[in-house]
């Protein structure tokens, strides 16, 4: 049995048989073949060796003729691997001893030479570990080939495991039967892990090299609730965990019977919570786990299909069915956020060497003026089925958003001249995400009639950290004093300017953060719905009193270290029986 840790996207526990997903979306079942099928299994084998061979020198002629030798030499080493007779003779001996598909044998071979590679010093060699897995991916195109399998056609509950996916692959994972998630890379606040979370299924991510350590059909088990997975767990570790599945359950129907109350604090201070959608019908499903209407829409995942952005009718449609899915609650709807780890079909072409620093969010929509304008009209078109508000993304100057509102005026224009009824006064906000806006926080409040703090781009941009970044991820935090500091002036500037604040980033969908926000002021907050029930908890069993000494308390610190024990202390005095 192996423990790997990592860090938790949606807790509870899922056991399953894993299926591994390859970059290019195969997925490698474990599949035995009767003894008589074991000639035919080699015989696949052979020949996608043969073919995977001569694509290999086809693409090497090519490159030699138009790029030259050096370039041409990068494929003699796959080439020469290949071609290894030792190699083959491992796979042909999977094959043989446990009659397995030549797919399975070859996929499980090829992962046994990554880990040698990955465990190797020199990091030249442990870049060859890219190779050996083009390499694989090539041999399982040429073993599959039409027969690749899609997650869409899986027949029972499985776990997945793949290095990464893209938000894309993640916004389809509920159409699957997948019931967890386990992924190399990551970092708490992705978008693939923000996503993830609102699948509401447990997945732990940043896990380094799962995908190349399991093969499909292994039985596994992810721990959302204590950040591990379990690999070859034994027959014990699988009865405690079927125990402790059924905890968790016990404590979801708990929460699930909060769907119905508000969140009130003992001293009767209201505390709306808000949900943070990224596909329209969630908006429905964020009221049925108690919420009080959208916080905040990210309206990019719109934009990121293969078909390219879509029309000004067809973002209606999805706009108007947010509104009406919050059945007359407000929804604030935060303009496309592209750039960065979002790009269009388009943008994929043009890489930038930071994109978290780069044409992204608000710059990228003032430079793309009549994409923002159609998406701009569309919003003005559906404001009129509910109580609707507008915010624009990462915003680092009062021109952004002066521009920005002009372009919204613009299309309210275009929409008067064509006769189509909007709503005029609708508020326009901003997200608070830089520390440029943090600093100028009260020549904002001036200006915009709402705030909403994005803390997951705040924390990257206070602390240096791309948040998308594994390598990093240890120094990014909600708990570093500077964040916390910046939070609480930011909140105690719009209270002094009477606008009204909110927040939501993760921290706000965090039990460990959740005394700490009440206590500097904030009264809404927006999170992931699957979080709603247990912040609810949280705020219905404390006083705004004992919340503001504890934030009193926390802004002393010096050290994370301190911020992160003294909350966790704090709250599991509250919540004696909770994970933190
Ligand atoms: C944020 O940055 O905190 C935020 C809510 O926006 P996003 O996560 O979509 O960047
Ligand atoms: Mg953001």
């Known amino acids: 049995m192996e423990i790997l840790r990592g860090i938790a996207v949606g807790s509870g526990m899922a056991i399953a048989e894993a299926v591994v997903l390859e970059a290019e979306d195969y997925r490698i079942p474990y599949r035995s073949v009767p003894a008589s099928e074991v000639p035919a299994e080699l015989q696949r084998l052979d020949s996608a060796i043969q073919r995977a061979i001569q694509e290999l020198v086809e693409q090497e002629e090519y490159l030699r003729t138009h790029l030259g030798r050096d370039a041409a030499n990068v494929f003699d080493w796959h080439i020469g691997v290949l071609r290894d007779e030792r190699l083959r003779k491992s796979i042909e001996d999977l094959i043989r001893e446990k009659e397995a598909s030549a797919a399975y044998a070859a996929s499980t071979i090829m992962r046994a030479y990554q880990r040698r590679f990955m465990q190797m010093t020199d990091p030249l060699l442990v870049e060859r570990m890219r190779d050996v897995q083009d390499m694989e991916r090539r041999l399982l195109r040429n073993i599959l080939g039409e027969q690749r399998e899609d997650l869409a056609h899986l027949s029972k509950p499985v776990i997945l495991v793949a290095h990464d996916l893209t938000p894309t692959q993640t916004a389809q994972l509920p159409e699957t039967k997948v019931v967890g998630v386990a992924l190399d890379a990551g970092a708490a606040t992705s978008h693939t892990a923000i996503l993830l979370r609102s699948w509401g299924r447990p997945g732990v991510i940043a896990l380094n090299d799962i995908s190349t350590r399991v093969s ?51 001293d009767d201070h209201r505390i709306l919570l808000y949900s943070n959608i990224e596909f329209p019908h969630e908006s429905a499903v964020g009221l049925k786990r108690g919420s009080d209407g959208v916080g905040l829409y990210r309206t990019e995942f719109l934009f990121l299909r293969p078909e390219g952005a879509p029309s000004e009718d067809e973002q209606y449609e999805a706009y108007r069915e947010a509104i009406f899915g919050a059945e007359g609650r407000q929804v604030t709807i935060r303009t496309f956020d592209l750039g960065a780890d979002k790009y269009t079909q388009q943008k994929n072409y043009e890489q930038e060497r930071n994109p978290m620093l780069g044409l992204r969010s608000i710059r990228y929509s003032l430079r793309n003026l009549d994409l923002f304008k159609t998406q701009l009209r569309a919003i003005m078109r559906a404001s009129v089925h509910g109580k609707v508000r507008v915010m624009f993304p990462l915003l680092i100057s009062l021109m952004e958003f002066r521009q920005a509102k002009m372009a919204l005026f613009d299309a309210m224009e275009d929409l008067e001249d064509a006769g189509i009824p909007f709503q005029r006064d609708l508020p326009i906000g901003m997200m608070l995400e830089t520390p440029a806006a943090a600093i100028q926080v009260k020549e904002f409040c001036r200006e915009v009639d709402f705030v909403s703090i994005g803390s997951n781009d705040l924390i ?76 609810k908890k949280v705020t219905r069993l404390i006083t705004i009193k004992h919340a503001q000494k504890i934030a009193r308390r926390v802004l002393t610190f010096e050290t994370e270290r301190q911020v992160n024990n003294y909350l966790r202390d704090e709250t599991r005095k509250i919540l004696p029986e909770d994970p933190l």
């Open 216 to 266: 499909g059909g292994d039985v596994i088990i992810v721990d959302g609730t204590n950040q591990l997975v379990i690999l070859n767990p034994t027959e014990a570790a699988l009865e405690e965990y079927r125990a402790k599945e059924a905890a968790h359950l016990r404590l979801r129907d708990e929460l699930d019977e909060l769907k119905e109350l508000p969140a009130v604090t003992k």
């Open 460 to 535: 990257q941009y206070i602390l240096a950290v791309d948040r998308g970044n594994e390598r990093v991820s240890q120094f990014y935090s909600g708990s570093h004093p500077a964040v916390l500091r910046a939070l609480r002036d930011v909140v105690q500037a719009c209270d002094e300017a009477e606008v009204d604040c909110s927040l939501c980033g993760e921290m706000a969908g965090q039990l460990l953060y959740s005394m700490f926000l009440l206590g500097i002021g904030l009264r809404n907050l927006s999170m992931s719905p699957a979080n709603i029930a247990e912040i």
